[in-house]
């Protein structure tokens, strides 16, 4: 009886060690808040101003999002890792945008499983790419849906001709299918990412392909960054004006070039960035070739409160009369640790070509300047 007790503490004990040793979490975001803008268009790529607009937008600062991310501690100081995440729209709903136009995935963002350990990490599958994380770290602005080094980088991808249908970009991405990303640990402030994902297209071993590095510092307020991204048929997908969809046939074209330099300083509470910044079409450098600068000041009045400004310029370096200036200044209060409220406005001045737009998600007609303004809350749980 004794024997038979013992042997059912010990399955119960380790049971338990075992349990404690992986882990699921579901997490989210609801970020939604009220918008004017005085000037919209009905799509990314149109001429024709609709006029200004009051509405419910949802992601003033980052999108409404949720998710499912585990871990497993497999021994030895490594990990096995996987995450499930996709954005929505908080007033209505609606799953996000995958990469194919008009199409809608409930995990558009992110579905890894990897590996982490003294190496660092691995990761497999869709996932944000690196050049991303890079710019938000060496943006003041962080890289939000408001007036940010996000906004204006897409502004790059609307100039070459992105219609904001799905997340298949022009210059750069935001998101990659069948990614494999290492990131490797800090080595005195420094690490490397490196991306590169197959295009998985039958008789063309260049078709569809991406490949990225990034190289980052860290250390003493400093953040540098250094990205370069390369892809092949980036971008195949045209939406008519009736609404079909033109696919491009795969040919292993290197269409898709980015080079981003960046850096920001925190001095106790003030904030400083800068970058430059590069995007062309290799194949037609002739008609897709853009430059981007960007600059921005932040300081944080208390631990709960502070404000952040950005200018970013977009400039066709083919076409000198195609540019676009962009101003926007935000204020962050923290309610809670949960809780953020915010208010943000933004002007954008397009000449030209130029249709970049000051939030996400709300078009700018091309040739017009802009001014836009939102109030909204954001909640973690």
Same mark, same amino acid.
């Given at each position: 009886?004794?024997?038979?007790?013992?042997?059912?503490?010990?399955?119960?004990?380790?049971?338990?060690?075992?349990? /404690?040793?992986?882990?699921?979490?579901?997490?989210?975001?609801?970020?939604?808040?009220?918008?004017?803008?005085?000037?919209?268009?009905?799509?990314?790529?149109?001429?024709?101003? %609709? !006029?200004?607009?009051? =509405?419910?937008?949802? !992601?003033?600062?980052?999108?409404?999002?949720?998710?499912?991310?585990?871990? =497993?501690?497999?021994?030895?100081?490594?990990?096995?890792?996987?995450?499930?995440?996709?954005?929505?729209?908080?007033?209505?709903?609606?799953?996000?945008?995958? #990469?194919?136009? &008009?199409?809608?995935?409930?995990?558009?963002?992110?579905?890894?499983?990897?590996?982490?350990?003294?190496?660092?990490?691995?990761?497999?599958?869709?996932?944000?790419?690196?050049?991303?994380?890079?710019?938000?770290?060496?943006?003041?602005?962080?890289?939000?849906?408001? &007036?940010?080094?996000?906004?204006?980088?897409?502004?790059?991808?609307?100039? /070459?001709?992105?219609?904001?249908?799905?997340?298949?970009?022009?210059?750069?991405?935001?998101?990659?299918?069948?990614?494999?990303?290492?990131?490797?640990?800090?080595?005195?402030?420094?690490?490397?990412?490196? $991306?590169?994902?197959?295009?998985?297209?039958?008789?063309?071993?260049?078709?569809?392909?991406? $490949?990225?590095?990034?190289?980052?510092?860290?250390?003493?307020?400093?953040?540098?960054?250094?990205?370069?991204?390369?892809?092949?048929?980036?971008?195949?997908?045209?939406?008519?004006?009736?609404?079909?969809?033109?696919?491009?046939?795969?040919?292993?074209?290197?269409?898709?070039?980015?080079?981003?330099?960046?850096?920001? @300083?925190?001095?106790? #509470?003030?904030?400083?960035?800068?970058? @430059?910044?590069?995007?062309?079409?290799?194949?037609?450098?002739?008609?897709?070739?853009?430059?981007?600068?960007?600059? &921005? %000041?932040?300081?944080?009045?208390?631990?709960?409160?502070?404000?952040?400004?950005?200018?970013?310029?977009?400039?066709?370096?083919?076409?000198?009369?195609?540019?676009?200036?962009?101003?926007?200044?935000?204020? $962050? @209060?923290?309610?809670?640790?949960?809780? %953020?409220? @915010?208010?943000?406005? !933004?002007?954008?001045?397009?000449?030209?070509?130029?249709?970049?737009?000051?939030?996400?998600?709300?078009?700018?007609?091309?040739?017009?300047?802009?001014? /836009?303004?939102?109030?909204?809350?954001?909640?973690?749980?």
């Amino acid at each position: 009886m004794k024997l038979k007790l013992s042997a059912a503490t010990a399955l119960v004990a380790f049971a338990g060690v075992a349990h /404690a040793q992986s882990s699921v979490t579901l997490y989210g975001v609801l970020d939604s808040g009220l918008l004017y803008q005085s000037a919209n268009a009905a799509n990314f790529q149109s001429k024709v101003n %609709l !006029g200004h607009v009051y =509405e419910l937008k949802d !992601g003033g600062i980052y999108s409404s999002i949720w998710g499912l991310r585990g871990t =497993e501690d497999i021994g030895g100081g490594y990990k096995v890792n996987f995450k499930l995440q996709g954005s929505f729209t908080s007033n209505n709903g609606k799953s996000g945008l995958s #990469d194919t136009p &008009g199409g809608t995935a409930v995990f558009n963002q992110q579905t890894t499983v990897g590996v982490s350990g003294p190496f660092g990490s691995l990761d497999l599958g869709r996932q944000i790419v690196p050049m991303i994380y890079a710019m938000a770290d060496t943006d003041v602005r962080n890289a939000q849906y408001f &007036g940010s080094i996000l906004t204006a980088w897409l502004g790059l991808n609307q100039a /070459a001709g992105w219609q904001g249908t799905s997340t298949n970009g022009s210059i750069g991405a935001l998101y990659d299918d069948n990614a494999i990303v290492y990131q490797s640990p800090k080595f005195y402030g420094a690490s490397l990412g490196l $991306e590169y994902a197959p295009g998985g297209v039958a008789g063309q071993f260049q078709g569809g392909t991406r $490949e990225s590095a990034v190289l980052k510092y860290s250390n003493y307020g400093l953040n540098l960054a250094a990205v370069y991204y390369n892809g092949h048929d980036t971008n195949p997908f045209t939406t008519t004006a009736s609404g079909a969809i033109v696919t491009a046939p795969s040919t292993g074209l290197n269409n898709n070039r980015f080079y981003y330099i960046g850096a920001m @300083y925190t001095f106790h #509470d003030f904030m400083v960035s800068t970058s @430059y910044s590069i995007g062309k079409n290799p194949a037609k450098s002739g008609q897709d070739n853009f430059e981007m600068i960007s600059g &921005g %000041l932040g300081y944080k009045f208390t631990p709960f409160f502070k404000v952040t400004s950005g200018f970013y310029y977009l400039k066709d370096r083919n076409v000198s009369a195609n540019q676009s200036n962009l101003f926007a200044v935000g204020a $962050e @209060y923290n309610l809670s640790k949960s809780t %953020l409220a @915010y208010a943000q406005v !933004g002007y954008v001045n397009n000449r030209g070509a130029m249709s970049q737009t000051i939030i996400y998600g709300a078009p700018v007609p091309e040739g017009h300047s802009t001014t /836009a303004a939102m109030l909204g809350i954001r909640h973690a749980f």
